[in-house]
């Protein structure tokens, strides 16, 4: 850990979105944007994550592999609260939203989620139109406004490289697109209310590899704006797209390093075991 | 030709739904089950045949009973001739066959072949009964007069007759039937025309001034009830109504002085009506009904007949205890009991469905709510009528008479039985279905919707009004139908909260404000109660109990398929083209 985070004390809970700094140079080691300290998870009785320590850079591509079962999804609900709602599960250990403290219990869990965007493995668009989907997060927000909806609307396809498909249809049934548009739309529907932080739950799974790639490429683009977690099973897709990647096995975190230090020289033997697919 | 089972899964091909009575006949066909049946498959087979001997008996009960009450009920207004008859013990009748029968066997008669017939002679005010037995072997002779006429009329139910005088103040016609006959097809649009004007007056105007003069009434009431009479404008505004109270009284006078004249003049057209006995009765036009010579009838002519007896079923109000006329108070009485009944019960049971599914912490609590909710659905109806009638008619409804009607004590407003209060007990005998069935919607909403309106930024409250909430509307549309269904065809609590034999107004009317929910009302439910157990003249009603039932197994159907309607449209929003 290099750049070991600043760990506030949690008094000040105002939501505070920092000015962004221009993109860090190549070589220049980026900033931090979410640092873990300690997490550990339990589902009852159960440890899911144990102990892990990690800081996600900010404006990069930062993907979590492992075996199922190891955690992965625990954790990365954890960066927006999702898990919340999960009864009987249990958080020691901190993590910090450029530098403020997510669990602080003044803090407002919804304005998390509002900076901490998800994506999930299961393409889960509302029964609305596609138009209603994108709009959602700013409705829910109190935004009413018709041309400031509508711009955002158009922004968040294009960025999501939906608009061109869809621009025609916007008041279908987003249930009528087709698999990997149904995931794309999920993607403008997170970045529609400008997180900081975008996380994606095995977001390919289910898609056929010409969608995975369109997902892929899009991933390349939106990191020039957002701090990026993927979780995937799919290790070829961590190599490509990833700038660091993060080694879980049964709720530790094994190895965390640059994704082309950790494909090709592993410090670890469980890691080198797993990517060259001795087990898992 | 074998019957198409999926034998791995035991089902039956739902693509294509005649196998299922093919596997029925199949299975029971002998030839079929020696030459191919094994006894391994008939064995495997077994709970595929029962599946379908079920659904056998559930179809055929279905179409028994559908048959029964469509053969009985929808042949009941078709004009049928009028048969004079001469009996061996001198006796001379006119009437319809009503029912036949063999005779009883310890009727000694001429063994059990003898049969005999029940006909409706009608003239009740003159025979004093409507129906007689004649067994048939002492018929002498048997004949269609073609000028025999049927009356219907608005008191004593029908005529069979001749018709031998029509007396006007121009004169008097008599003698030649034919002549008289068109007489009296000339008079009875101008008798219409009165009896309309002379009910016009009776209903509207007369019924308007007695609800100006009640409102005056009232308004003194109030002004003594609170106490002190002895202010300037006390006195004053006491003297206005007074006032009015005495203009309006002197316009009912003059009112009623017309009247008088009016129901004089329509006295003076008349018709006298022969029995096949010689027996006379004199009566006003007016109070004919429906006139019509069936066995001259054409074929058109009887369609015309069975429309317009249809028409004044469905749209009239009852006469002659219900037993005779239309049911249109009780239709009206039914539906907006059961949309009332709907409005309020949706919200409730949904709100409840949201709160134990999404809100509430799942525990024992929880639990026991919800099986308390359950069993709900099991109490005896007439125990939530018992409970409507201690809770709201008598302590809601007494409690709102005491504070905000007070000058209309001792009488009832809202304290005694009403639609009203009909309804919300049928509210709260419907809740479970809809909690459950709201529950069961809500667990099937995927929880992927909810996660993702989360991390939309959504509170819980948005989510769920948002998106879980519009997703499990079609399933709080089927519990609405399962509702509806049963609150409609519920009449042992009504019997107790509201509903009456005879409701003098309707629920809704021209005076202000319109919807009076406090009234009593009808219900076609305990309409067919009342006229098929409670009227005296059981062989006669009998026909409009199941007219009543058919209409109400209509409106059932009716508010059913609105429902389903619109969910339907619902479920279409939450189909994918490919997921």
């Not at chain 1, 102990?51 to 996600?56: A, G, K, L, R």
């Not at chain 1, 927000?141 to 018709?146: L, P």
Request: net charge positive.
């Amino acid at each position: 850990m290099t750049d070991q985070p600043r760990l506030t004390t949690g008094q000040t809970v105002t939501i505070r979105r920092p000015a962004r700094p221009p993109a860090a140079a190549a070589g220049e080691p980026p900033e931090t944007a979410i640092a873990i300290d300690a997490l550990s998870v339990w589902y009852g009785k159960v440890l899911a994550i144990n102990q892990v320590t990690m800081s996600i850079p900010e404006r990069r591509v930062t993907a979590l592999i492992g075996p199922s079962g190891c955690g992965k999804s625990t954790l990365i609900r954890c960066l927006n609260r999702l898990n919340d709602l999960i009864e009987g599960l249990r958080i020691t250990g901190r993590i910090l939203l450029h530098g403020q403290e997510i669990f602080d219990p003044l803090l407002d869990v919804i304005e998390l989620r509002k900076r901490v965007g998800m994506v999930f493995q299961k393409s889960n668009p509302f029964p609305k139109s596609i138009y209603d989907n994108v709009a959602y997060g700013l409705r829910v927000n109190g935004e009413q406004r018709r041309v400031v909806l509508d711009r955002v609307v158009e922004d968040s396809l294009k960025r999501a490289a939906l608009w061109d498909e869809v621009k025609d249809r916007l008041r279908t049934n987003a249930l009528r697109l087709s698999g990997g548009q149904q995931q794309r739309l999920c993607i403008a529907r997170a970045i529609a209310i400008e997180p900081e932080v975008l996380l994606l739950d095995e977001p390919c799974s289910a898609l056929d590899p010409i969608a995975t790639a369109k997902i892929e490429e899009l991933l390349y683009v939106l990191k020039e704006r957002y701090t990026i977690v993927i979780v995937t099973h799919n290790m070829q897709q961590a190599a490509r797209v990833s700038d660091v990647t993060g080694f879980l096995l049964m709720g530790q975190l094994v190895e965390f390093d640059a994704t082309e230090k950790l494909f090709t020289t592993p410090r670890d033997p469980r890691t080198e075991a797993y990517i060259t697919g001795r087990f898992g | 030709m074998r019957p198409r089972l999926n034998l791995t899964s035991g089902r039956i091909d739902p693509e294509r739904p005649s196998t299922l009575l093919r596997t029925l006949i199949l299975s029971w066909s002998k030839d079929e089950r020696s030459r191919r049946v094994t006894p391994r498959r008939v064995v495997s087979q077994l709970p595929i045949q029962l599946t379908g001997c079920m659904l056998a008996i559930a179809l055929l009960m279905i179409v028994g009973l559908m048959g029964l009450i469509l053969c009985q009920g929808l042949g009941t207004f078709w004009p049928q001739p009028l048969w004079e008859l001469t009996t061996s013990d001198q006796g001379r009748y006119l009437g319809l066959v009503h029912r036949r029968e063999p005779i009883p066997a310890d009727d000694h008669a001429q063994g059990a072949r003898a049969q005999r017939t029940l006909y409706r002679i009608g003239n009740r005010d003159v025979y004093e009964t409507d129906f007689v037995w004649i067994n048939d072997q002492h018929i002498l002779t048997q004949s269609r007069p073609t000028e025999a006429v049927v009356v219907e009329r608005l008191e004593w139910g029908p005529w069979y007759g001749f018709i031998s005088d029509v007396k006007t103040p121009e004169g008097t016609v008599s003698g030649n039937r034919e002549q008289v006959w068109a007489a009296l097809l000339r008079q009875r649009p101008s008798a219409r025309q009165r009896t309309r004007v002379i009910r016009r007056i009776e209903r509207r105007i007369i019924g308007d001034l007695n609800d100006e003069v009640e409102q005056h009434r009232l308004a003194i009431r109030r002004l003594e009830l609170r106490g002190r009479l002895d202010t300037p404008t006390e006195q004053r505004q006491l003297q206005r109504h007074q006032h009015a109270i005495k203009v309006l009284e002197q316009r009912y006078a003059r009112i009623a002085d017309s009247l008088g004249q009016q129901r004089a003049q329509d006295q003076a057209y008349r018709v006298v009506l022969t029995s096949i006995d010689g027996r006379q009765k004199e009566l006003p036009i007016s109070a004919i009904v429906r006139i019509h010579q069936p066995n001259r009838l054409s074929w058109c002519g009887r369609v015309a007949v069975y429309a317009d007896r249809l028409r004044e079923f469905v749209f009239d109000p009852p006469r002659e205890a219900n037993t005779e006329g239309g049911v249109a108070p009780a239709v009206f009485g039914t539906v907006l009991m059961t949309l009332l009944m709907s409005v309020a019960v949706v919200p409730l049971g949904v709100l409840g469905a949201l709160c134990l599914h999404e809100y509430a912490k799942q525990g024992p609590l929880v639990s026991g709510v919800r099986i308390a909710v359950n069993n709900l659905a099991g109490v005896p109806s007439i125990v939530f009528g018992v409970f409507g009638l201690g809770f709201f008619c008598y302590l809601i409804g007494g409690t709102i008479d005491r504070f905000v009607f007070p000058e209309r004590l001792p009488t009832p407003t809202f304290g005694g039985g009403s639609i009203l209060w009909a309804s919300l007990t049928l509210a709260l005998m419907t809740v479970p279905v809809i909690i459950v069935a709201t529950e069961e919607a809500l667990a099937a909403v995927p929880n992927g919707l909810r996660e993702a309106s989360l991390a939309c930024g959504a509170s819980k409250f948005q989510t769920v009004w948002r998106v879980v909430l519009p997703a499990a509307i079609p399933g709080v549309l089927t519990g609405t139908i399962l509702a509806m269904a049963r609150g409609a065809g519920e009449v042992a609590p009504l019997m107790i909260t509201g509903v009456v034999k005879l409701a003098p107004t309707m629920p809704l009317d021209h005076l202000w404000p319109f919807i009076h929910l406090e009234r009593k009302f009808m219900h076609l439910g305990f309409h067919i109660y009342d006229v098929g157990y409670q009227s005296t003249n059981i062989e006669a009603s009998k026909a409009m109990v199941y007219m009543t039932t058919l209409l109400l197994l209509g409106i059932v159907v009716c508010l059913n398929v609105t429902a389903m309607r619109i969910r339907g449209q619902w479920r279409q929003r939450f189909h994918s083209a490919d997921v």
